[in-house]
């Protein structure tokens, strides 16, 4: 078979994205990018800038994005650590994940300048407050994209390096990356990467939310709970009434079905992503989907499905 496309993983969070990217990593021409990455999707990553350096441009939405991106990828993407004290850079690799985002720069400002910032303490515009020189901050003008593809081609570059690189180092031809809100930016990844497959995996909503409960990311409560995942859902169910996705790379399975009949399922994942079957350690079990059934008492179980109501039947469950 040709080389599979890179793949992104979607879901509303505990529904088995990070189960089901560990199995299609598990393959021989697929590297899963052990973590999630973040700076892709989240704010003040690669999305938010691609809108500030086009059609939202001005020269202070622009910097400011540079800021935030600048923040995102040299402080908090590198202070980040899995479960096993693990940061992105070195998932990819340090020195590759350095020299790309160095490299970055330039492609996105336009022009740098110092700008004299207010004294501090006794002084005024002609005598400086002390003997010191007087204090300045570094100013950027950002690069303007009258064509969005310009821009997102420079952002393609810098996700080609680090995951394709990381994915070569580990002897596979592709990549494969899970963050849960992917879901919901699906647009967006298709501009980044036209040729990479989305794999969104559901779970039945009931069993979503018991799950929320016990992550301390997420509201502690039922209805805190409901307030968080109501609306991921509803923006999902709007935006995919409003676009055709069988014409796009788009794999959508359900970890019940997947539990099911795994070594089926399974053969037909891969199938649909391109690559052969290949028998992975990973597997989905019912046990392990089942297991919050009994979470709830009858009266909240009632109350939980009234409150997700058509949500329900939408995702394809009753």
């Known amino acids: 078979m040709p080389s599979p496309s890179p793949v992104f993983v ?22 899963r990018i052990p973590m999630e990455t973040r700076f892709l999707v989240d704010p003040g990553g690669l999305r938010d800038l691609a809108d500030a350096l086009t059609h939202r441009y001005d020269p202070t939405v622009g910097e400011d994005a540079l800021h935030r991106l600048s923040d995102f990828l040299t402080v908090r993407v590198p202070g980040r650590r899995d479960d096993r004290g693990k940061t992105v850079p070195e998932l990819v690799g340090e020195r590759r994940y350095r020299d790309a985002v160095q490299q970055l720069w330039p492609r996105l400002i336009a022009y740098t300048f110092d700008e004299p910032a207010p004294a501090e303490g006794f002084g005024n515009a002609d ?16 690069r303007y994209f009258s064509d969005r593809g310009d821009l997102l081609a420079v952002l393609r570059g810098l996700v080609e390096t680090l995951f394709g ?4 180092d580990a002897g596979k031809s592709t990549w494969c990356e899970k963050t849960p809100f992917n879901l919901l930016c699906m647009e967006f990844l298709w501009e980044l990467v036209p040729e990479a497959t989305i794999v969104h995996i559901t779970r039945h909503p009931v069993a979503v939310l018991a799950s929320h409960l016990a992550q301390p990311w997420a509201p502690p ?19 995919q009434g409003t676009v055709d996705l069988t014409g796009r790379r788009y794999v959508e399975v359900r970890a019940e079905d997947l539990a099911a009949d795994w070594p089926a399922q399974r053969r037909a994942l ?6 052969e079957d290949f028998a992975t350690v990973g597997t989905f079990q019912a046990q392990r989907l089942s297991n919050r059934d009994n979470q ?20 394809g469950y009753e």
């Not at 209805?223 to 935006?239: C, K, N, Q, S, V």
């Not at 709830?296 to 995702?315: K, W, Y």
């Open 127 to 142: 005598r400086p407050a002390g003997p010191f020189a007087p204090p300045s901050r570094r100013r950027v003008v950002p």
């Open 221 to 239: 409560t039922v209805d805190g709970a409901l307030a968080y995942l109501i609306p991921i859902y509803h923006r999902w169910l709007t935006w």
């Open 10 to 31: 979607a879901g509303t969070g505990r529904s088995g994205t990070s189960r089901i990217a560990d199995i299609i990593g598990e393959h021989p021409l697929i590297h």
């Open 296 to 315: 709830f008492d009858d009266d909240t179980r009632r109350s939980v499905q009234a409150a997700l109501g058509e949500i329900i039947p939408a995702m």
């Open 270 to 275: 891969f199938a649909r992503l391109g690559v």
């Open 165 to 168: 690189g990381a994915a070569a």
